[in-house]
Each structure stands twice: as structure tokens, then as C-alpha cells.
């Protein structure tokens, strides 16, 4: 069997480590025109703050292709002939699938904005992007970041630490509304306070200024204020890459329609990842994920179809992470930003302003627990996940906090002002806490 | 990945912190001038106000770089500066230490008259300060005790500044500072003040592998009670409370805790833990070079002992001349002028990693009668690198977190600063039940039973 994989993002790769897994003998193939060898593209900040260097991000040494017997090819897919199952290469070679994996991953949304193609202005995906924004942001003083998402603060962090001050437009009232309750932004808020990073809430892009040269000059918002900046980060999110399905003359919709088992309208073709967009999605899934982990995950269990053990996609229990400057964010289950009818939460904040826990659970009893927000405190992922799956009550789950409490070790333990915090909260259900973590659970 | 980036300009560092660096600059010119000058009262005059400006330089730039800044993760711009990058700037600063050492270790033995060789100045400098402890006058290694600790000292306080956001290097890093200052540097001259044995309550066989030696061993037992609690202190530490203590906590309970070599590594070698090779060629010649410097330096003292108990002169003459050539290259060269003179290229953990024994034997212990590990929370891992990058050991800890597995590595010191870089909060050093300590987290593949169930 010869594999071919388009994309050497985490989900070609995954997929490609998993057939090698399921299948010694199989012929794999991954194509990328982003770079020769696959690098984690959530570490493209850290390289550009000097945390590391390009080298670094790669999750394989670069033996480990040849060793595991997956070719890499460093070119662009330019055709796709489903019906006698060859990609067209632009170095001049052709070829020939049993299995195709489109895993093309996604482009930066661009708003239809006045002035978004004059230079110095662009998204933050791959590595012409990093390298675009470390060649113009040389030197300069002031740049516009639009969107208040993961990739926003992002691109503020990156700025930041190179001593150029961003100024940050955010169409909600507060950052990230689609997913952080309130008090949950308020504190990524403090923490854009705490580095001085200004933030101009309810405020959209209206159009970017050049100069005579072609260059952005300034932004105008939609307040009515001209902001004078060198560079313009776009944030609004990502869109799949659809081109080369397109060009194959495969359904697309927004992403590459999939099935259950990622399988596209061509046959032995598939698309996992960024780039697949559910035709049915489970309910209260969203039908396209554009996370490290989904693609990672997208990328196993199609695997397991290419290799003739047909796996339907099951995202299982929601689970993502991030970091807001000096902030961890750990979620869990269902996280809703808002209220949702039938679902209570419990809230509690450190005085400090560093450290939130916010737990769904059902409003009616046994009032199983269904979901963790986590702010500068971190949580063990296994444990959160046997609780949702398990729909424990969430006073169980209060009075055996501890043992989710995933924090180093002398960190100051929280559980006692939860537990309390949560009997002021619901005191029809009291909660004695049972559990605590490390020493204190031997001595406490 | 090749990458045609220009170089990007270095955040402009501030005017009160180029003050503070140049005060630190004007300290090491004014040690330059106690080297110079010929007259014993102003030598110890510039030497003093070396440290003076030394340390006040030290501090206040520490305070500039991270305290101001709001606590957390404060790695900007390390691969990109000279200074911890392997720049010119990094390969000065490793000549200039490795020459010291050079000097320190073979040009600088008292020469019979008081005179030690180039850096005579500064030992008679301390002479004062050492009648004051140890009721003698210094030597060369007095002052290279005192500027070892007070690298530990000052670079204590920066690492101090610059990880306060965790509780863990705070007290860490108090713990090596503590060791440094009371077991490996007052206490010693206080014993010597006492006309007692110099002996160094934080060193054991393998590393201070004399300490095991029949002729350190009978010589101690001489000089009655407190000698022999000495012998009885170096022989239970190294064979009894080691293994014990590593069983429960790892071997982090000395490397990045008490030693004192692991103490200069956490605090003055801090600016160079990225710089440990991570390649799995490196690995291979970690394991190719530790384990026959444990195995050599076993020998050594079996040989020893057999000549002891046997009065072999045969195996005599092998054990000494072996323990002799065994002092010069692993415990001078290797050591001294490889482990601490390479900080700004190689990292500064090369000593620990490659060649100390001592790690070895900690490392055999931990990596398969110890109850630590460091797990990985679930799937969260998104091979950002970040752990890989801090480690001083060369460990590629992304390899087990993105695979979901626990980091059980002979050579792991438990620095937690994968754990305290991690952006994701992944990693977490835990002591816990041998049973499943390999086990992986079952999220992370697909093959796991959430999906195929």
C-alpha cells in the first residue's frame, strides 16, 4: 500500500505514525510545501521571542523519517487525478496513492478589509508568515493586533517581548467572549493591564492606512480612532485550505465535507484535521476543528480506517489549553461562556487576581458535574475526564478536589478556600473536603 | 528547515541596567587591579571593592531584568543574545573560565614561600577573612571556595528573581544557596578553626570518591570522635541513605538540591540550560562515558581496599597510580576545567551529565528503584519544545510528553524547569507508587479506549 499524505502538520504525521504503527510494510509519503521537516506550529511564538530556535520546535530529530521509513518530500501537490488516484508534484514528479490523506490544514481569514494587502499587515499561520513578521517588525514601535482569540494575545505576547507595543482590537465586549465567561476574561484582561498592553474593547477594524510606499501606516477602527502602527496582525481565525481538494474536484463546503470515518466524496481519498469539515457532526460538535489536538486525533483514527479497521471519529470529552502571558488556561467538558438552561457553574477566584476554578454541573440533582474552566491552576486531565464521563455529583467531585490538583509540587493548595467558597455558594449541597494533595493528604 | 531571517534587534536594554552591568564590568576591572598591584594593603582594598561592586551590580541588575517584570516564564531573546547563544560573547566568557581553571588547578600550588603562582594577589587578599574562620591563612582554594560561593550566592538571588512564580525553584534554589554557604564553605573552616578535619558534609563517594579511600578513611579515624563520625557520615550517606533517599524522592534529592556542583549549575549556569545537546548522539555518548567512570572509579577503590586488607603491593601500585591519573582527568580535568569552564557552550550541566559518578549511581537508582517521575497530564502536550529547551540535562523531554508517557531518565536531576516552562501545565514532578510507573496517559492515541470502545 502506498500512502500519500498531503500536509506534514501534526495530523499528516500523526496519521503517518499511526499507519507505520498499524502497517510495518506500508509505503508513506508526506508532502509539504511548508517545510522539509514537520514542526509544531503552536511553538512559531516562542521562536520569534527567542525562547527557541526553529530547530528546536521540531518534535522528531530529523533521523527519525528515515528510520521509520517515512518519506518526506519538500514540494507543492499542484493536481489531484481521483480516478487514476495520482498527485501532480511541482518538482515534476507524479505520484501514484492507494491511500490519499488531505490533510492541507488552513490559511488565515483575511476581513475584506480596506487596505489588508498593503505590506506589513497578515495572519500568523505557517513559517513564510513568522518569517514576514520577524522581517516587519524589525525596529518598529507600535503594531495593531485584530481579534481577541488564542492567536490574538499571541501575536501581542510576540510583540511585547521585543519591546514594540501592541495595541489590541476586540470586537466583543470582552476577550475571547465565544468561550470565557466573564470573569474568566477579566482576568486575561489583568493580564493584558499587568504588561501594559492596551485593549480596545467593542472596537472593530474599519481600514488600514498605507504610506506612499505601500506600507501600513496606521489602522482606523470602527471608534473612529486613527492608530499610527508599522504593522497589522490579523487574528479573526483560520479557514481550511481547500485548493488542492478543489482542484480534484472533491465536495467542499466550508472544509473538505468528511464522513464518520473521514472519508471524502473521492474513493481511497481522505481529509482529517483543520481542513475536514464533518458532514455530521455529533451533537454539540462543531463539524470543523482547528486544534493541535482534534488533528492529532483526526489523524490516529483515520489511520486506523486507511489500514482496514474502519473507526469512526469520536472527539470523546472537549478538552483544550493556553497560556494568556503569564496565565495557564486548562477546559474540560462542556465550558459554555454563558448561561446555558439546565446547567448550573460554581466560581471561584484567588484574591490575587492569578488563580480561578470554574465547575458546570447540572442544575438538576445529582447534579453531575459536566465541565472545568482552569485559570493559573492546573488540573489532571484524566481525573476531570473520569468525572464528566462518570456524570460524578459535583459535590463528590468538590470534596475530592485534590486529587485532580496537577500542581507542582509546594504550590499553595486551594482546595480548602474552594470547598469553603462552594458551601457558601450551595449550601443545600455541604461538602466536607476528603481529599487533598501530596503531603498535606498524609498529614492534613 | 532552513530560514532566511534577518537577525532581529535586541530589546534596548534600559539605562538603569546597562548601569548595573557596568558596575558588574568595573568589578572584574577592579579584581584585574588587585591582581596588579604590588602593595598587600590595596590589594585587599581592590579586592573587597570588587566584590563590593561585583555584587551590588549582580543584585541590582537582577532586580532589573526580572524582578520589575511581572512573574512567570522570562526566557525572551535567550537564543537570540550572544551571551546564551554560543556568540562571541559566550566563547570569551568560556576562555576566561576555562584559563581560571587551568591556572587554579596547575599554576597555582603554594610555591613554599606563600607565593601562589598568578593569582597570589587575590588568595593573600582573603588571607584575613580565612584566619578569621578557619584560623589560618588562605590558599588558592580558599578563593576558589569563596568565589564558588558567591557565584551560587549572587546567581542564587537572580534565579530567585527570575522563577519566584514558583514555590518550587524558590525553595530549590534557597536549598542549593543554603548548602553551599553553610555545608560546602562555612563549615569546613569552621572544622579547620576547631583543628579538625576540613570535611565537606554534602560530598560523598563516588563524587568525593577519596572519602571512601582506605588512606581518608584511616586518616579520619585518628583524629578520634569526630573523625570517626566523619567515616561513619560518608560511608552511610553514600551507601545507605542515598539509595534510600532516591527511592523515595528521586535523585533530585541531592543533584538539584544539595550538591554543590548542582548548586553553581542551577544558579550560575542558569543562563546556559539550553545549551545541553538534546540529540539522541548525545545521548549515546552519555551512556558510552558515565557508566565506565562509575565502573573506574569502583574499581578503583576495591583496589584499594584489597591492598589495604591484603598488603597486595602489587594491586597497590595499580590502585594508586589509578586513583592518581583518576584525580587529574575525571576530578580536575573533567570536573573543573571541561564542567564549569564549558557552561557558556555546552551548558552547564556537562560534568553532571557525562562524567560524575556519582550521578551515575543516583541515576541507576532512580531509573529503576525510585518512586519519582515526572507525568504528563494526559493529552495536553503540543510538542512546543519548551521543556526540551530548558533541560540542562539534555533530556528531550518533549519525546515522552507528546506520546503521553511519564519521564523516568537515569539522568534526570528533578530541576522542575520543564515543569515551570511548560505553557500548557503538562509536566509534573510526582513521587508515588512504583506500580504503573510507566504506564501513559490512554488519551492520547486513538487506539485508546475512547475510541475504538
Not at chain 1, 480534484?248 to 482529517?272: C, H, K, N, P, W
Not at chain 2, 567515616?231 to 534510600?244: H, I, K, N, R
Amino acid at each position: 500500500m502506498h500512502l500519500v499524505i498531503i500536509g506534514n502538520g501534526i495530523t499528516g504525521v500523526s496519521c503517518a505514525l499511526a499507519v507505520r504503527r498499524l502497517r510495518p510494510g506500508a509505503r508513506i509519503t508526506l508532502v509539504s510545501a511548508e517545510s522539509a521537516h514537520h514542526y509544531s506550529r503552536t511553538a512559531l511564538m516562542y521562536v520569534y521571542m527567542g525562547h527557541m530556535r526553529l530547530s528546536d520546535i521540531k518534535p522528531y530529530e530529523d533521523w527519525f523519517w528515515d528510520e521509520n521509513r517515512l518519506g518526506l518530500v519538500y514540494a507543492t501537490a499542484t493536481a489531484l487525478n481521483t480516478a487514476e488516484q495520482l498527485v501532480v508534484l511541482n518538482n515534476g514528479t507524479t505520484l501514484r496513492y492507494d491511500a490519499l490523506l488531505l490533510a492541507t490544514g488552513s490559511e488565515s481569514k483575511l476581513g475584506g478589509w480596506p487596505g489588508q494587502h498593503l505590506a506589513g499587515v497578515q495572519g500568523l499561520y505557517g513559517l513564510p508568515d513568522l518569517e514576514a513578521m520577524a522581517r516587519d517588525t524589525h525596529g518598529i514601535s507600535r503594531g495593531v493586533v485584530v481579534g481577541g482569540g488564542l492567536i490574538g494575545v499571541e501575536l501581542a505576547e510576540m510583540l511585547h517581548s521585543r519591546g514594540i507595543e501592541p495595541v489590541v482590537l476586540v470586537r466583543e465586549a470582552r476577550y475571547w467572549a465565544s468561550v470565557l465567561p466573564p470573569e474568566e476574561a477579566h482576568l486575561v484582561d489583568r493580564q493584558f493591564q499587568e504588561n501594559r498592553v492596551p485593549v480596545r474593547y467593542h472596537t472593530e477594524l474599519r481600514e488600514v492606512l498605507g504610506d506612499a510606499q505601500g506600507r501600513v501606516r496606521a489602522v482606523l477602527t470602527t471608534a473612529g480612532e486613527e492608530i499610527a502602527c508599522q504593522w497589522v496582525g490579523l487574528a479573526i481565525g483560520v479557514t481550511p485550505n481547500l485548493s488542492l481538494a478543489r482542484m480534484g474536484g472533491i465536495d467542499t463546503d466550508r472544509g473538505i465535507l468528511v464522513d464518520e470515518l473521514l472519508r471524502t466524496s473521492a474513493a481511497q481519498v481522505y481529509a482529517a484535521g483543520d481542513c475536514a469539515q464533518h458532514r455530521q457532526p455529533a451533537a454539540g460538535e462543531v463539524p470543523i476543528e482547528q486544534l493541535w489536538y482534534t488533528g492529532r486525533l483526526q489523524g490516529e483514527t483515520v489511520a486506523h480506517t486507511i489500514c482496514g479497521q474502519p473507526t469512526r471519529y469520536r472527539r470523546g470529552i472537549w478538552f483544550n489549553s493556553a497560556k494568556f502571558f503569564n496565565l495557564e488556561y486548562q477546559t474540560y467538558g462542556r465550558a459554555p461562556a454563558g448561561p446555558v438552561a439546565g446547567m448550573d457553574h460554581f466560581y471561584w477566584e484567588h484574591p490575587s487576581g492569578r488563580a480561578a476554578l470554574r465547575v458546570y454541573f447540572q442544575a438538576a440533582p445529582p447534579h453531575a458535574v459536566a465541565g472545568f474552566n482552569a485559570l493559573g491552576l492546573r488540573l489532571r486531565q484524566d481525573v476531570c475526564q473520569q468525572w464528566i464521563r462518570n456524570h460524578t455529583p459535583v459535590a463528590a467531585v468538590m470534596a475530592e478536589l485534590g486529587a485532580a490538583n496537577f500542581d507542582p509540587e509546594f504550590f499553595p493548595q486551594h482546595e480548602q478556600a474552594l470547598v469553603a467558597a462552594f458551601n457558601r455558594q450551595f449550601p443545600q449541597q455541604p461538602v466536607v473536603l476528603k481529599r487533598r494533595k501530596g503531603l498535606r493528604a498524609l498529614f492534613g | 528547515m532552513s530560514s532566511t531571517r534577518t537577525t532581529p534587534p535586541l530589546p534596548a536594554s534600559s539605562p538603569a541596567e546597562k548601569l548595573a552591568l557596568s558596575v558588574v564590568a568595573g568589578g572584574l576591572l577592579t579584581l584585574l587591579l588587585a591582581l596588579a598591584d604590588a602593595d598587600p594593603a590595596r590589594q585587599q582594598r581592590w579586592f573587597y571593592l570588587a566584590l563590593g561592586l561585583l555584587g551590588s551590580g549582580m543584585l541590582a541588575w537582577s532586580w532589573l531584568k526580572y524582578g520589575r517584570h511581572p512573574a512567570g516564564v522570562q526566557q525572551h531573546s535567550l537564543w537570540l543574545r550572544a551571551s546564551t547563544s554560543r556568540g562571541a560573547v559566550a566563547w570569551v566568557t568560556g576562555l576566561v573560565l576555562t584559563g581560571f581553571y587551568v591556572v587554579l588547578y596547575w599554576f597555582s600550588n603554594d610555591d613554599g614561600h606563600g607565593h601562589f603562582g598568578p593569582l597570589n594577589n587575590l588568595v593573600h587578599a582573603l588571607d584575613g577573612f580565612s584566619r578569621a574562620l578557619r584560623a589560618r591563612p588562605a590558599d588558592q582554594w580558599f578563593l576558589y571556595g569563596t568565589f564558588y560561593t558567591l557565584a551560587v550566592l549572587l546567581m542564587g538571588v537572580r534565579a530567585l528573581w527570575k522563577y519566584r512564580h514558583s514555590r518550587y525553584q524558590l525553595i530549590r534554589t534557597a536549598s542549593v544557596m543554603f548548602f553551599q554557604l553553610g555545608f560546602a564553605f562555612l563549615l569546613p573552616g569552621l572544622l579547620q578553626f576547631f583543628q579538625q578535619p576540613e570535611f565537606y558534609f554534602t560530598y560523598f563517594w563516588p563524587l568525593k570518591y577519596d572519602y571512601l579511600f582506605p588512606g581518608t578513611v584511616t586518616s579520619l579515624l585518628q583524629k578520634g570522635g569526630l573523625g570517626v563520625f566523619m567515616v561513619f557520615w560518608g560511608a552511610a550517606m553514600s551507601l545507605l541513605a542515598t539509595p534510600v533517599l532516591t527511592y523515595f524522592f528521586g535523585k533530585r534529592w541531592y543533584c538539584s538540591w544539595v550538591c554543590g556542583c548542582g548548586g553553581l549549575a542551577e544558579t550560575a549556569g542558569d543562563p546556559y540550560r539550553q545549551l545541553a545537546d538534546k540529540s539522541r548522539a548525545a545521548w549515546r555518548w552519555e551512556v558510552r562515558i558515565i557508566y565506565p567512570v562509575l565502573v573506574l572509579i569502583v574499581v578503583i577503590t576495591v583496589l584499594l581496599w584489597v591492598h589495604f586488607a591484603t598488603g597486595s603491593t602489587l594491586l597497590g601500585a595499580a590502585g594508586g597510580v589509578a586513583a592518581k591519573w583518576y584525580g587529574f582527568v575525571i576530578g580536575s580535568v573533567f570536573s573543573g576545567v571541561i564542567g564549569v569552564g564549558f557552561y557558556p557552550i555546552m551548558g552547564a550541566r556537562v560534568w553532571c551529565r557525562f562524567g560524575c559518578p556519582m550521578a551515575a549511581y543516583l541515576g541507576l537508582l532512580q531509573k529503576h528503584f525510585s518512586r519519582f517521575r515526572i507525568s504528563t497530564n494526559g493529552a495536553q502536550c503540543i510538542s512546543c519544545g519548551n521543556c526540551s529547551n530548558v533541560c540542562e540535562m539534555g533530556i528531550d523531554v518533549k519525546q515522552y510528553a507528546q506520546r503521553g508517557e511519564p519521564i523516568i531518565r537515569a539522568s534526570c536531576v528533578g530541576c522542575g524547569m520543564c515543569s515551570t516552562a511548560c505553557p500548557r501545565g503538562v509536566l509534573n514532578l510526582e513521587n508515588g507508587p512504583r506500580e504503573g510507573r510507566y504506564q501513559g496517559s490512554q488519551l492520547i492515541h486513538a487506539d485508546s479506549l475512547r475510541i475504538l470502545s
